[in-house]
């Protein structure tokens, strides 16, 4: 069993930057994908990027130039470093760990957190 837990969220200007962390507790060692995944209101949950055991990282085409991911598998910490935010980022960020690429829209296969939230606002 995986534990995850978000952090770093918050209030911030259009424009600004902030870094989230997701914590993760448990054995991992079955683990082959790791992604952040964000929901704004009455919206599907939609990918923002995903790390792939191996090195392989994708990007979604509104994350691209802006954010980062990256993974500590030492402290088993994953990161999400976001520059030039804009409103349109105000959302509830998740992490997922899961044992297999999971490409269908909306699923929630894996193991989640619960969320942190993003709110881009002057």
């Known amino acids: 069993q995986v534990q995850l837990v978000e952090s770093g969220g918050g209030l911030v200007q259009p424009g600004g930057s902030l870094r989230l962390s997701c914590a993760a507790s448990g054995s991992i060692s079955s683990i082959s994908t790791m992604g952040w995944y964000r929901q704004g209101p009455g919206e599907q949950r939609e990918l923002v990027a995903r790390?792939?055991?191996?090195?392989?990282?994708y990007y979604t085409d509104s994350a691209k130039g802006r954010f980062t991911i990256t993974i500590d598998n030492a402290k088993k910490t994953l990161y999400l470093q976001m520059n030039s935010l804009t409103p349109e980022d105000t959302a509830v960020y998740y992490c997922?760990?899961?044992?297999?690429?999971?490409?269908?829209?909306?699923?929630?296969?894996?193991?989640w957190g619960p969320g942190t939230q993003v709110t881009v606002s002057s």
């Open positions: 790390i792939i055991r191996g090195g392989t990282i």
């Open positions: 997922n760990f899961n044992t297999y690429i999971d490409y269908r829209p909306g699923s929630l296969s894996g193991y």
